[in-house]
């Protein structure tokens, strides 16, 4: 289980620290800002990609969420009783 929780832990990471990447301005997986926006926003007619704050914004809940399956597996101490962590979860 506690494999799970870091597999998973490490995936969100990497998604988090794409957005990251796009809240600085980077333009992978395009090769400018307008064919970036249409490969990962995934709209028709998008030319652009969101803010920066936008983007940083989704970081930080992709962040909090890479915390979750550590916390509930005790990999580090948390505020929250591990009982309401798990209800919550569907690990």
């Given at each position: 289980m506690i494999?799970?929780a870091?597999?998973?832990?490490?995936v969100?990471l990497?998604?988090t620290?794409?957005?990251v990447?796009?809240?600085l301005?980077?333009?992978?997986p395009?090769?400018?800002?307008?064919?970036c926006?249409r490969a990962v926003?995934?709209?028709?007619?998008?030319d652009e990609?969101?803010t920066?704050?936008?983007s940083?914004?989704?970081?930080?809940?992709?962040c909090?969420?890479?915390?979750w399956?550590?916390?509930?597996m005790?990999?580090?101490?948390s505020?929250f009783p591990?009982?309401?962590?798990?209800?919550?979860?569907?690990l």
């Open positions: 494999f799970l870091f597999s998973l832990s490490t969100l990497l998604i620290a794409l957005h990447y796009w809240s301005g980077g333009i992978w395009g090769q400018d800002a307008a064919s926006a926003v995934g709209f028709r007619g998008v990609m969101p920066p704050f936008a940083f914004a989704v970081a930080a809940c992709l909090l969420a890479t915390l399956p550590l916390a509930l005790g990999v580090f101490a505020p591990k009982e309401g962590l798990a209800a919550t979860s569907l």
